[in-house]
């Protein structure tokens, strides 16, 4: 594993009008390319998660498993905004000399899709054997596939859509909300609105599980319980986990750049934008997936040429996609090895 940073040193102009100076992408590769290139993965992760997939995916990646460093050459990218290492609000602003805070730049899904064609350029990287991402992750990779159709020869988009959902938008404005409730927030402080965030994650938590999970995990082990229910502590400890890893600045922005997902934006409509991705596709769905529900696979699968689509058995909604490892891995394999769709599997039980 290789850890490395690469900086654009030209002005990179966003979707917005704005110019970005100096972008800096964290990345970490597993592997070594071969001369045909036709070992490379591409690794997209989620909002939090770093470039670092072993840390938050350690079943899918290593010897034996379905990504495999002894004979893939495997890369992710910290996705700009994030505070692992790309570009984020508390690097220094050129034009004030300092940190950018509240004043960071909106990057957009496409912006940070862009992005990743500089790495791409820069490593020489001509083609791409599978592209793969959860959630937000496979916002990003949708996008560059849309983008670069000859680029990639599989993709598959995980837990994920085509549009951010006006569900979806609801519950990333809320937590925004959440942040700015927060009285530190408009400070200039690197740990301004953290208790915001604490609370932010915790709106996000039931987005990302359902009440299966939350009833399978959280439930009472005495019947005489009247306060203090594991529930509630559940939801501060995960938000106290979070804020002590990330900040609510690096949150903010990035809830943002979700909610820019459309992949219609500017080319006559997202059914138009979907038929122009020539990869062979496999869109991973999650049974009880509450922000981005079945449906939403559904629509991918109807909509790219040839795109198959495979359910899930998860009883964790959205966070199916990271515990699934078993499920994910075999329904991969079975994709890049060519068998049927009857094989794959397409119907709502994932058999």
């Not at 598959?156 to 959902?165: E, G, M, Q, R, Y």
């Amino acid at each position: 594993m290789q850890q490395k940073t690469f900086t654009y040193p030209a002005p990179f102009v966003l979707e917005s009008g704005a110019v970005f100076h100096n972008l800096r992408l964290a990345y970490t590769t597993y592997g070594a390319i071969r001369k045909d290139q036709t070992n490379v993965i591409w690794i997209f992760h989620a909002l939090t998660a770093n470039s670092n997939p072993h840390e938050w995916w350690p079943e899918m990646i290593g010897a034996g498993k379905v990504f495999d460093p002894e004979k893939d050459f495997i890369i992710c990218v910290n996705m700009p905004g994030s505070c692992y290492g790309s570009s984020s609000p508390l690097d220094v602003n050129p034009a004030s000399g300092e940190p950018y805070y509240h004043d960071f730049p909106f990057f957009t899904i496409r912006d940070m899709a862009r992005a990743y064609q500089l790495l791409q350029q820069k490593l020489g990287i001509k083609k791409i054997k599978i592209g793969i991402g959860g959630s937000t992750g496979g916002q990003q990779l949708l996008e560059w596939a849309v983008q670069d159709p000859d680029l990639f020869d599989y993709i598959i988009p995980l837990a994920t859509n085509a549009v951010h959902s006006p569900w979806g938008k609801a519950f990333n404005a809320s937590q925004r909300f959440a942040i700015e409730a927060d009285q530190t927030w408009h400070t200039k402080n690197p740990d301004a609105g953290r208790k915001g965030l604490e609370v932010a994650r915790g709106i996000a938590l039931l987005s990302y599980r359902n009440a299966t999970a939350y009833n399978k995990t959280q439930s009472e082990t005495s019947e005489e319980q009247l306060e203090a229910f594991r529930s509630e502590s559940y939801q501060r400890y995960q938000g106290s986990k979070l804020s002590a890893r990330f900040n609510a600045f690096s949150y903010y922005a990035l809830s943002k750049s979700m909610d820019s997902h459309n992949l219609g934006r500017g080319r006559g409509g997202v059914i138009k934008a979907l038929g122009r991705i020539r990869a062979k596709t496999l869109a991973l769905a999650l049974e009880g997936d509450l922000l981005f529900p079945p449906e939403e696979q559904e629509f991918l699968a109807e909509h790219i040429p040839g795109a198959i689509e495979k359910y899930i058995r998860s009883d964790y909604g959205h966070d199916g996609f990271l515990l699934e490892f078993e499920q994910i891995s075999e329904a991969i394999k079975k994709f890049i090895t060519r068998l049927s769709p009857a094989a794959i599997g397409q119907e709502k039980t994932g058999n």
